[in-house]
């Protein structure tokens, strides 16, 4: 598969469109299906070599139709194959109907199965189609399995995952493996589906990849593809001035450690020098903790309007240990005509009043990043983080364009959404990331990615993956310190 595919996310409806694309161009349609079943039955084949019986569930659909064909297959090789049915048979349609024509084996209904052990299910119920929550013999039948804790192998989806949100439509098979077609969908990246999926094989059936990217709307998997070209090598005479100057703007003295977890991975991320501004009660505590980093006195608006008389002072964070509120304000609308990571207590400043940061941001074309988790994001944004038909990936856009902001959506599935649409999904993520100051951590790389004149988006989507692989690296016994210590190079 070309690069273009591989980190391509179709959603649902868009794969449907690129389906009817390929048939009106002339492509057999039951050759799709059949290509698809193949490869869920080779993959079936090749995990469980020690399989006593692959037992096919085929739904009312074209997923149905997959499984009729990946069973033919399986019992073509000699495998033993056991068939069950959702629905009336008799009532499938088109190509799924041909499929099931095509399969020798008689299917009981699916209620009738009863696990043994050594069986493996081929999971081939509901896939991208699933419009509504399961019905409720197929949730009975998945919860069976599931405290069998028979393998599962999932055909396009793991059934009861809405491919469009990655959210369980009342129960959801959890799969060992999953076998989709062309392209990977959001909810195959997104929680929980991500974790229903097991290992994810994204198969070619043929479909050619001018049309699946005709159909596909900016969405991707974060990776090295949508930002690299940004990540300058150092030449051989650079000097500190051009690899960029971040501040970061530190809290009073008992709050002081998040900002420098900011600043010292700035630092390391690549910004070339790197200076705290701090409130004067809050120097010495500062100070006492500060080699490379610079520190400057900082402490009310008058001494933040002097300090940006230099332009060439560029990129700021502000919020990781700040506090909330006025003074929190005036500093984020003053900083909003430079490059501007807004996190924590920056954001949380604006539950009220939100609409005074968002035209400052519109009016100065947008160099800013926010980086809520989802309790920020239900502060600053409460009507879009309240649409439940809204995915991750929609409500991240969906505040970007109301916030002419970069949307950083924090969590294990994080979304970095621009104000145009474009979205990619992070994957990389361990989940020990979760510990205090981790977020500090990202907004500082964020900084030194603008500092080093990335666009917010790209800064923003790289340092999101590079938290990630300092997650990685730094393994499981995490603080936020190892995670700055393990910042690996730009890609
Ligand atoms: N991408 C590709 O290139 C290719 C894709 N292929 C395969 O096609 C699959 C998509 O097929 P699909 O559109 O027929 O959808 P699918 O998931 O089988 O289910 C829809 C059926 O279920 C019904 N229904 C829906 N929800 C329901 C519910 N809760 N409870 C009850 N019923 C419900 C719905 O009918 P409805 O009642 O809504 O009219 C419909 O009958 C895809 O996942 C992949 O495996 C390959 O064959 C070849 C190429
Ligand atoms: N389960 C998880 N798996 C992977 N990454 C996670 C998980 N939970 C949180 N993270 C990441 O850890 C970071 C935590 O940031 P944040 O919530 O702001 O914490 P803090 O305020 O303590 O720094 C975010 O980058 C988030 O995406
Ligand atoms: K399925």
Not at 92 to 97: K, M, Q
Not at 156 to 164: E, Q, T, V, W, Y
Not at 356 to 382: C, S, Y
Not at 472 to 481: K, P, S
Request: glycine share 12%; charged share 20%.
């Amino acid at each position: 598969m070309g690069d273009a595919l591989e980190d391509m996310l179709v959603t649902p409806v868009e794969m449907a469109a690129i389906d009817k694309d390929a048939a009106d161009s002339g492509i057999d349609s039951f050759s799709l299906m059949r290509s698809a079943g193949l490869a869920v039955s080779a993959a079936a084949l090749r995990l469980f070599p020690a399989g006593l019986r692959f037992v096919v569930l085929c739904g009312p659909g074209n997923n149905g139709g997959d499984g009729y064909v990946a069973a033919e297959a399986l019992a073509e090789s000699g495998a033993q194959v056991a068939l069950y049915i959702l629905g009336d048979a008799d009532k499938l349609r088109g190509d799924a109907a041909r499929a099931c024509k095509g399969c020798r084996l008689a299917g009981l209904p699916v209620e009738a199965y009863e696990p043994q052990a050594g069986d493996i299910v081929v999971d081939a119920l509901f896939g991208a189609g699933l419009a509504r929550d399961l019905p409720g013999v197929a949730q009975t039948i998945i919860k069976r399995v599931s405290a069998s804790r028979i393998p599962v192998l999932a055909v396009d989806l793991p059934s009861g995952i809405d491919g469009r949100s990655g959210e369980v439509r009342g129960a959801s098979f959890t799969a060992t493996h999953t076998v989709t077609f062309m392209a990977a969908k959001p909810g195959h990246v997104l929680m929980p589906g991500r974790q229903s999926c097991g290992t994810l094989e994204v198969f070619d059936i043929g479909i050619p990849t001018r049309l699946v990217a005709a159909r596909a709307s900016d969405l991707r998997i974060n990776g090295p593809a949508d930002w690299r070209h940004y990540s300058r090598g150092l030449d051989a005479g650079t000097h500190k001035y051009k690899r960029g100057h971040l501040a970061v703007l530190s809290g009073g003295p008992t709050s002081t450690g998040a900002a420098r977890l900011s600043a010292a991975a700035g630092l390391v991320a690549g910004a070339g020098l790197v200076t705290l501004g701090s409130p004067p009660e809050a120097l010495a505590a500062n100070a006492s903790h500060l080699t490379a980093i610079m520190l400057k006195e900082v402490g009310s608006a008058a001494d933040l309007a002097e300090w940006l008389r230099d332009k060439r002072l560029n990129t700021f964070v502000l919020g990781p240990g700040f506090g909330v509120g006025k003074k929190a304000r005036d500093f984020a609308l003053m900083l909003c005509d430079r490059a501007l990571v807004l996190d924590a207590d920056g954001m949380s400043s604006f539950q009220q009043g939100r609409e005074e940061l968002f035209d400052k941001i519109a009016g100065n074309g947008g160099q800013v990043v926010m980086t809520p988790h989802e309790g920020e994001f239900a502060r600053l944004f409460p009507e879009i983080a309240a649409d439940a038909a809204l995915s991750k990936i929609e409500k991240a856009q969906a505040a970007a364009r109301l916030s002419h902001a970069v949307i950083i959506y924090k969590g294990p599935d994080t979304v970095v959404a621009a104000p145009s649409g474009r979205a990619v999904v992070n994957v990389n993520a361990p989940p020990w990331l979760a510990t205090a100051g981790s977020g500090d951590v990202l907004a500082g790389i964020i900084g030194a990615h603008l500092a080093q004149g990335f666009p917010a988006f790209e800064a923003a989507a790289a340092a999101v993956w590079r938290h990630g692989e300092a997650g990685i690296c730094a393994g499981r016994a995490l603080t936020a310190e190892r995670l700055v210590e393990n910042i690996p190079p730009l890609a």
